[in-house]
C-alpha cells in the first residue's frame, strides 16, 4: 500500500496537471502557435514546481534528511532533483496536449480560411 500512496498517487496527479493545466492557460479558441507554446511553458514550469511539491511531501525520507543535514538550500535542491526526475513521466503527456492543441490552432485557421473563401 505504502508504494501505490508514495508512487501512484504523485503519478496520477503529475499525469493529469500535465493533461489540464495546457487547457487553462492556452486560450480556447486562439489561432496562435505562440499563444500555445507560450501556455505549454507556463504549464512546463508550473509542473516542474508541483513536482517538487509532490516530491517532498511524498518521500519522506528525502524530507528528513534534507531538514537534518543540508537545511533549507539543500532541501530546495532535493525537491528539484526529484521534481526533474518527474519529467520522464509527466513530459510525453505534456508533449501529447501541445499536439492536440497545435493540431485545434490548424483546424480553426483552416476553418478560417474556408468561411473568407465563400463569403
Known sequence: MSLLW????????LGGAALVLPLVFVPRGTRSQGQVAVGIAISAGIMIFLGAILYLIFDSRSF???IELLGLTGLAALAVQGSIKGVLFWAPFLALRWMTLAQRVELLRCQDMVREGMG
Open 6 to 13: 508514495d508512487i501512484g498517487v504523485p503519478l496520477v496527479v
Open 64 to 66: 528528513g534528511e534534507g
